[in-house]
Each structure stands twice: as C-alpha cells, then as structure tokens.
C-alpha cells in the first residue's frame, strides 16, 4: 500500500461506528483501501453510491468527524509476503503485533502503521534460475533459509511471465530489494522482489487440484483413526463453550504434521495467543527438530479488537498460507473461530441497513463460507510443485446448537466434521469428540496410504472398532431403561469393551507429556490390542467367564492405562501387554469349571 | 480535546427513549460526551452515537421522561466519556457514570482516561498462572482460579451468589499478595442487594480498599452501559499503573445485557437471537478482555462477573456468550441449593480454562492435578448413577452404581458444603479430597498416579 500524503480523496460525513460514509471528489473502487482521518486509521470501502463511499475500518473510529479528510491507497486489501512472515505475529489486517510491541508498548495505539516484515532485516538469497532463462509465474528466482528447516523460494508472482532479463547474484538483501526482472512477450518489465503482495480477497491461482490421498496426520487418534482429513480438505470443528476447540486447535498446531501452520485467533481472548507465544519456543518440532514456533504464524484479531479487522483476519490468514503452498509446501490453516468472523460479517452487515435472512446473517453467508472453504486443497502450483493448504476451522454454535446458520453451512463445504460434545466434556473425556455426530468422507480415500505405511490391516479394525462403538451406544440406551445387569452377557462386553475404548483409545489428555500426541504405528497398535481384548473376550464368555471377572482381570486396567503409559518409542512395550492379555484371558478361560 | 470543547447548543429534533436526535454540529466527533441540560435545570449525561452531515443522534444516559425538544442547552466536552483515576478512588462510592454518591467531595485524580479503554497487545499479556486461593474447596481444587482470570459466576435468581462473591472477597489469598483491591459494579441491583453488599464491605472492613459504582435497578438502561467500563478504568489504573491485585465484581451481567438490547432496539437495529444486537459478543469482549496481566507490571485485573441465567438456561444469550468469551465458569446449581448446600457449586458443568498451568508442584501440591481428575471422573459416575436411580430405580442398580450413589452425599456434605465464613486451605482442601478417595476401591482410581496413591492414600487408610 502507497502511503504518499495526497490530496483527500473525500471528506466524511457520516460515523457511527465501525463503518463510516464518505463523499469523494476522487472516485474510489470497491474494495479499496482508503486512509480515514488525521490519524490515517485504515478503513476499505464496501459500497459505492454516486459519489458517496461507505467503507469499514480496521482500527476503532472514537473521535471521528464529519469533515475529517479520506486518503486513498490506490489499491485493495492486500498482505505483504516474503521471508520473515514465520514466526510472527500479526492482527487480521497485518500488522505486526511483535514488532508494534516493541515500538510502542503494552497498548494498542490507532494509525500505527509498520511494514508487515522488518525492511532492515537482511537475507542471504542464492538464486537457481539463469538470466536469459523463460519463467513464468510460480517459477523460482532462488531461495532463502528463511528459517533453518525451511527454503522459502523466491517466486516470480502469478500473472507475471516471459524472459527473466537479470537475476542478482548470491548475498544479501532486505525486503525492499528487487532481485531480478523479467521482459514479458508484452515488453513490459517487471521487478521481482524479496517480497511481494496478494490481495487476500482473491485466491492465488494454481495450475489444478489433486486429488485427497495422503491423510493430515494430527496426533490425535480419535480423529487420525476414525475422522481422518485428507491432505488439501477441510474439517469443521463444531462444539459448545468449553467443550475443548481451542485446545484441540492447539494440540493441532503443536502436532500437526503439515511444514508450515497459519493460526488465525478471530474474535478469541487474548489470553490464548499469549498461551501460544510462551508454549511454542520450547516445543520442539518432532520433525525438524527446530522449536515449533519456527514453522508457526500467528494472527490474532481479538475479541475486543475492531470487528472488520476480525472480518479480515480468515483472508489475511488464507492468503498467507496459499503462498507457503506455492512454494511446495503443506500448510495447514487453523481459525479459531469462524463463528466470530461470520458475527462480524453480521454486524458489518447490519450497520449497512442490510436485509439480514436467518438471525440477523445476512444472505450471502453461505456463498463467503464456500469460497473460504474452496481455497483448501492440495494442488500442482504454477511452478509445478506439489502443494496444499488444509483448513481447521473452530465453531461456536449459539448456545451449542448445531442447527444455527454458520454450523450447517459449514457442513455443506467441509468433508470432515469433528462434533464436540458438552457432556463428555462436561465428564471430562478429553478430546471431547463424539464418535457417533462426526464424520469424513475421506476415509476411503485415505485406506491405501495406511495400507501402504502402517498396516494392511487398519481400515479392517477401523471398521470393527466403528461398529462396536456404535453397537455399545445402542445397547447403552437399552440399558438406560431396564439396568445392564439384565443384559445378556454378550451384550454387557460390548458395552464394556466400548468404556475400555473410550478410557484406552479416545481418550487423550492434551497435557499429557507422553500422550498428547500419538503415532500413526501406535495407534494402529493400541487398536489392535483393543479389539484382541474383545475377541478373546467373547471366547472367553463362551467358556464360561462372566464378564465382572474379565473385567477383574489385572490386563484392563493396563489396557486403559496404555496409551499414556507407553510413548510412541514404547511400542514393544504394547508387544509385550499384548502377550500378556493372551495369558490373562486364556488362563481365566482355562480355570472355569465348566471350560470345554 | 477539540475545538468543539465547551460549545453550547439549544434544541432537540427529536426523543426516542434514550436518544436524543439533533442537527448537525461542525466538528462533533463520535462517542463525544455531552451535557444535557433541561428547561428546569437537571443535567443529565450522554454521548455521541452517530454523526453524519445533517444531524447527530446522543444517547442520554439519566431519565428521559419530561424532557422537550425546545429549551433543552447541550454542551461538547470535546473528547470521549472520561474518568479520573488516582489512588484516592479506594473507598470512595460513585453512581454508575462514576460521580460521587457518598456525599464526599470529588476525590483528587491523576489523570482523566477515556472508559472503552485500550486494547492491550497480546504479545503484551503475561499468561495468567498464579494460583489465588479462594479458601472454597470447590473452587480451589475444581476450577482454580488464577490471578488476572475473568470466571463468571453463573446463577439463578434468588441464590446466594452474592454470599458466594463475598466471601471470595473477603478470603481471597495469593502469595505475596497483601491485600486485593476491590472494585465493585453494581449493574442494574435491586436497591436492596446493593445495600447488602454495601453492609457487607462495610462490617468487613474492606471498605478502604475498594471502590464501587453503583448503577441500581431503577437508574437508566444507558447508564447502565457506561457502568462497567468506569469500573475497569478504576481497576485497570489500580492494577497497571499502581500495581496492586485487584478483584472486579460485575453484577449482574445479565441486567446490562438487557440495556444493550434496549438501547438497540431504540437505535432500530436488526436484532439477532432473542432480539439481542449481533454485536453483544463483542461489546461482553470489550469488557472482559480488560482482566489480565501485563508484562513488566505488578498488578493483575481479575474478573468475577455474576451472570443471572435467565429461567435457569445457560443457552441463553447471555450466559452463553459470556461463557465463550470468558476463561471458565462456576455454575450454580438448583438442586443443591433446593437440598440447602452451601455453596451450590455443580462440579461438572463448571471450569476454570485457566487452571493447568496455575496448579501442581510448586504453585498449589504435586496431588491437585490427579486428585481434581480423579473427583470429576467420580462426579461424572455420580451423575451417571443417579440419572438411572432417577428411571429404573435404586434397586435395579449395580453395587457400583449404588456406591457411587453414597459416595456423592458425602462429597456434598463433607466436601461441597462449607460455611460462608470458613476459609480452607488448599491443603485442607486436598485432604478432604483424599478422605473421599479412601471410600472408592482403589481399581476405580484410575485418574491417581500411583506414587500419588502411595504417598496420600495410604495415609488415611
Ligand atoms: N484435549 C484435552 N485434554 C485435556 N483437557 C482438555 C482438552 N480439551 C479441553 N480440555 C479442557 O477443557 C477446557 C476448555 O477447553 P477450550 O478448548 O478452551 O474450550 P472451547 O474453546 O471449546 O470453549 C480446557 O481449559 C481444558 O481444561
Ligand atoms: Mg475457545
């Protein structure tokens, strides 16, 4: 964005709030960014009408007048992207919120604009490409360690291709530096920089989609195994307040195995980010071995922050992520929450007096919600390379009900749905994900990669363990109204062997060090026990064994304590307890009387 | 402060419950405060809602009724709604737009500071982790509390929440803490209420280190939107500039919700659930996001609002909004007040967001992770026993079901019931935590580690 003083584009005459009218001498576009005020507070304009503007600004308008002058930035909504964007912190408009820290203290100040990445701050780049060389958008320039486990590939952008005329040679540069030109067939030349801008509103292209094979592996078993996302989708997070969301967005960022992960907090506490900031230095990244906030961008747009900036902040983080991708990475994008985002669109749309269509959203909800969603996906970029951008998003359904606007039409975008449920969280089982109101639809597609890398067996057992869940929820219902203990024995091992699941399996504590995140080996290990458990259960009924003195056997309370017991470098350890629920349940089959 | 400062202007255009409508005045800013003076002489307060080339809209906050359009004098103050703040607000009492209500003259300030406050930079926050003991045993070991946490307590009308937040008032501890300030915000009271908390600091002897805003029943809906925010401007200058510890009761959350609405509906904005505004989710953040701490400042901001669920429904706006945006909540329950247990703290539905990092070795015991684990698992069997006795009745049950039937009575008479002047110690508080333990059989102990059993368990045995 240009931030040359030129003649106001126009003068307010209208505040009320976040949004504000003005009438321009200057015509502006939709979509512009303008500068409102003395203080230059940033605001884009959302409507235009004849000469007057109405426009929604990023920062609070206390203290705005009529008369006070608009400037315009000649150019839309846009982020600044380059080396140096990993690790930090911005707000839902880019500001840098750690450097801002700095310059001006604990408080939020208004007009207090800095470059999004530090301008005198050097980079080493080595260039790969040739002078004289064709390229077109996507290809690279050359690259930066931008951190130690990370190449960030100078990328000559989008829309920009022909003859690369120059290329600077190996050393270092800062973000203003043009490090090479390129002759398009057209004549024009255009510098390509360290760093350039997208308008966040506008996907960036790619050449096209891939299809979903390899699964985004989280840690998490609950969703890893039986609500698995694919590599490129998108996963709605629905649940309560307290439920767990934020937490699980956590988990997700600390163990999700993507190479870059964007975090957008939209309209969240405060408190949260600041978790994050203290927590991610000292994790490390099991992968790279490198602290976890090295491949983490934090952006934060507060609940007490300005609204339209929290509108913003999905954008700013989609665009961000979507350049990661460009340069062949995995990115994985969590928003926590898009309920606060589509309440600012709500609010937003409310004070343009607009005709709102279910509790007071208005009627183009659905269609901003599929475009957000439309941007996930693994893609070949324009480069050539293998990239993707997954989405995690977080929602708040007003007083937990699944039926609200923003949960249903998120439903109709996103191939995965993780249901939080408030009595599991209220009984604290953790992750408080319910088995029977989840789901993915990719589940199948992702049956040959664990064929191929874990077992050949898991998409069997996942299957089994599904049914048997699903199985003990009928039967627990039947028990609600007549007591278990008038169940047939068979029936009761079902509903047993579904609590050791739940206690064994579904549970895992995120502050738990060796648990909180799990392999795909162990998983698939523990499942399997899980289930050995239940055949050798049922042959022991047929022997004769009551269900009270399997479940006395001393293997469950083993069983239900293994996952947080024995690590993912602990796999024999699960070898060995599988050796042992063989002994205990055979021997207590064996000591029956009336045993074949 | 601009040029506007001090102009005078005569006439309404129009009145519509709280706002008054005028004509345009050059150089009127939004949220401008305003002084409105009527024909016979009562001065009434406002701000400047919006502001656009032909006329301006001011929200009144003080009674309307009587007011005319001729002959009402405005005057510009030039700059937003301010507050002084200085060190001699403690024991002072102010109305709800922070004048003296104790016939005391004006107390000296600092400083003026505009109410919305400011937004602190998160990068700016210290994670809240230390422990503050409220000598509550269900408060302390469930949902433990930290210094700067914003926890509501979320009620029904005719519980005694008020004891509840006086007695964390008044048994509030925290190492190295001497004293808290106290900051109170009366939010629509029942004028009865107020004068029992206002008896209640009083006979307590906190009265010199409190200061409250007293926004009552019958004053105006507006008014009541200004309240809060003078509040945590007087908590916030406590807190970050002189560097004490101060607790925030907000109550009642609900009543100023209900303002908003009003004074939405009065603006004719399009409504969303239950005729609340779209943004009561951000204008409750604007509040609750002001607890906390800061790096390299003393002090801490802690928050506890009461928030009366209307009928009894936590999905209500209200409370469910403010249970998203704040960090935990310590719900009321019917039954248990019905049975006569004080404090009727229902263990599961409550949560404190910010314990983890606020318990354990070093800060509360080694024990009160497992021992809060083990309770919630026990609670919740509990819970699951006592929903069957309620459909297939006591005798269908197991003997575990039944055991936990028993082991519930004794949690709340031997754990949950308290009295309102009796503080326990965290250690105290463990303790009993253990005796329960000692009627589990130990198979079902899943949730204690066992050197924790070794160590705390066989010692009741
Ligand atoms: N996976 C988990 N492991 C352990 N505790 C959890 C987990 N998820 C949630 N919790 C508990 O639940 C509380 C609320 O979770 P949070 O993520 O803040 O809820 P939400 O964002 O849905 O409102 C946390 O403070 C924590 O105590
Ligand atoms: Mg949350």
């Known amino acids: 964005m240009t931030r040359d003083a030129t003649e106001p584009a126009g003068r307010l005459i209208e505040v009320s709030g976040a949004v504000v009218r003005a009438r321009c001498g200057v015509p502006v576009a939709l979509a512009e960014v303008v500068w409102v005020g003395d203080e230059r507070l940033i605001g884009e304009v959302i409507a235009l009408d004849g000469d007057i503007a109405t426009m929604q600004v990023y920062e609070e308008t206390e203290g705005l007048c009529v008369g006070a002058p608009i400037a315009a930035s000649g150019g839309p909504l846009s982020v600044t992207l380059g080396p140096g964007l990993l690790g930090s912190v911005f707000d839902g408009v880019q500001r840098p919120l750690d450097r801002l820290a700095l310059s001006q203290g604990d408080f939020l100040g208004r007009g207090q604009h800095l470059e999004p990445l530090a301008t005198d701050r050097l980079w080493e780049f080595r260039p790969t490409a040739a002078a004289g060389s064709t390229v077109v958008g996507g290809d690279a320039l050359g690259t930066v360690s931008e951190t130690p486990a990370l190449e960030h590939h100078v990328l000559v952008p989008p829309m920009v291709g022909g003859t690369l005329v120059d290329v600077v040679p190996q050393g270092s540069y800062s973000a203003s530096d043009v490090l090479g030109h390129v002759q398009a067939a057209s004549g024009d030349r255009v510098d390509v920089r360290l760093v350039q801008r997208w308008r966040v509103r506008a996907p960036r292209p790619f050449r096209h989609h891939l299809p979903a094979t390899t699964p985004l592996l989280t840690g998490q078993r609950v969703l890893d195994t039986f609500f698995p996302l694919a590599c490129g989708s998108a996963a709605g997070m629905p649940g309560g307040f307290g439920t767990g969301k934020t937490v699980m967005q956590h988990q997700l960022c600390r163990w999700a195995q993507a190479d870059v992960i964007v975090f957008v907090g939209c309209g969240e506490r405060g408190n949260e980010l600041t978790e994050m900031l203290w927590k991610l230095p000292d994790l490390v990244d099991p992968r790279s071995g490198r602290p976890l906030a090295e491949r983490t961008i934090l952006i934060a747009n507060t609940s007490n922050m300005p609204v339209p900036a929290r509108e913003a902040s999905i954008y700013t983080g989609v665009t961000i992520a979507e350049y990661y991708r460009d340069m062949g990475y995995h990115v994985l994008l969590l928003a926590d929450s898009t309920s606060r985002w589509a309440e600012a669109l709500r609010e937003i749309s409310g004070r343009l007096g607009e005709i709102p269509a279910e509790e007071g959203y208005p009627s183009y909800l659905s269609s901003r919600l599929a475009a957000f969603y439309e941007r996930a996906g693994r893609v070949v970029t324009l480069g050539g390379r293998e990239g993707s951008v997954s989405i995690i998003s977080a929602i708040s359904p007003a007083g937990g009900d699944l039926t609200e606007p923003v949960t249903r039409h998120t439903q109709r975008f996103t191939g995965c749905f993780w249901t939080l449920d408030k009595k599991l969280a209220e009984a604290r089982v953790f992750p408080a994900v319910s088995v029977e109101d989840s789901y993915s639809t990719v589940s199948i597609d992702l049956e040959r990669w664990w064929h191929d890398e874990v077992s050949p067996e898991w998409a069997a057992r996942r299957r089994e363990a599904l049914k048997l869940l699903e199985h003990a929820g009928q039967l627990r219902n039947t028990a609600r109204l007549v007591g278990e203990e008038t169940l047939p024995d068979r029936q009761r091992l079902v509903i047993r062997v579904a609590e050791l699941f739940e206690e064994g399996f579904l549970r895992q504590s995120a502050y738990d060090v060796k648990d909180a995140s799990c392999s795909p080996a162990r998983q698939m290990r523990l499942l399997s026990l899980l289930l050995e458990f239940y055949h050798r259960g049922l042959d022991a009924l047929d022997r004769g064994v009551p269900v009270r003195e399997l479940f006395g056997l001393p293997i469950v309370a083993a069983l239900a304590r293994a996952s947080s017991a024995f690590g993912d470098d602990q796999i024999a350890e699960l070898d060995r307890l599988g050796t042992v629920l063989v002994e205990q349940c055979g021997a207590a089959a064996r000591s029956e009387p009336d045993a074949a | ?461």
């Open chain 2, 1 to 461: 402060m601009t040029a506007i400062a001090g102009v005078e202007y005569v006439g309404l255009k129009a009145l519509r419950g709280p706002l008054a409508f005028i004509d345009a005045v050059p150089g009127l800013s939004f949220h401008d405060q305003v002084e409105l003076t009527a024909p016979d002489g009562t001065v009434r307060a406002g701000r400047v809602l919006s502001i656009s080339e032909k006329a301006a809209v001011v929200e009144i906050f003080g009674p309307t009724d009587g007011l005319k359009l001729g002959n009402t004098r405005l005057r510009f103050e030039g700059s937003p709604l301010r507050l002084g703040v200085g060190r001699e607000l403690l024991g002072r009492t102010f109305d709800g737009l922070g004048r003296p209500r104790d016939d005391l003259p004006p107390p000296l300030v600092v400083e003026e500071r505009a109410i919305e406050g400011v937004v602190i930079n998160p990068c700016r926050r210290e994670y809240p982790r230390d422990f503050l003991e409220t000598g509550i045993s269900a408060i302390d070991l469930l949902t433990s509390v930290v210094l700067g946490q914003k926890i509501p307590i979320f009620t029904e009308a005719g519980f005694p929440h008020d004891t509840l937040a006086l007695q964390i008032v008044q048994q509030a501890r925290a190492p190295g803490v001497e004293h808290f300030a106290i900051v109170f915000a009366a939010l629509g009271l029942p004028r009865s209420v107020a004068l029992r908390y206002e008896e209640a600091f009083r006979t307590s002897g906190a009265l010199s280190r409190m200061v409250a805003f007293m926004n009552l029943a019958d004053d105006p809906a507006a008014e009541r939107l200004i309240t809060p925010r003078c509040a945590l401007t007087a908590a916030e200058y406590l807190a970050f500039d002189c560097g004490m510890h101060v607790l925030v009761i907000l109550h009642d959350i609900t009543n100023y919700g209900e303002s908003l609405r009003e004074v939405s509906a009065a603006r004719g904005e399009v409504p969303s659930r239950k005729g609340y505004p779209g943004y009561l989710y951000s204008d409750l953040a604007s509040i609750f996001e002001r607890a906390g701490r800061i790096k390299g400042r003393a002090g801490s901001l802690t928050q506890i609002p009461i928030v009366t669920m209307p009928s009894g429904d936590i999905t209500h706006p209200i409370p469910d909004l403010t249970g998203y945006v704040t960090e935990g909540q310590i719900v009321l329950d019917r039954g248990l007040e019905r049975r006569g247990i004080y404090p009727p703290i229902a263990v599961l539905p409550s949560l404190s967001r910010l314990m983890s990092d606020g318990i354990g070795a070093g800060r509360t015991r080694e024990d009160h992770e497992d021992a809060a684990r083990q309770l919630y698992a026990a609670c919740a069997r509990v819970e699951r026993a006592r929903s069957l006795e309620s459909i297939i009745g006591r005798d269908e049950l197991s003997e575990g079901e039944r055991r936990y039937l028993q082991f519930g009575e004794l949690f709340e008479t031997t754990f949950l019931r308290q009295d309102p002047n009796q503080a326990r110690s965290i250690e105290d508080t463990l303790s009993l935590a253990w005796t329960l333990f000692a009627e589990l059989p130990v198979s079902d102990l899943t949730r204690l580690s066992p050197p924790l059993v070794a160590r705390y368990l066989e010692a009741k045995r």
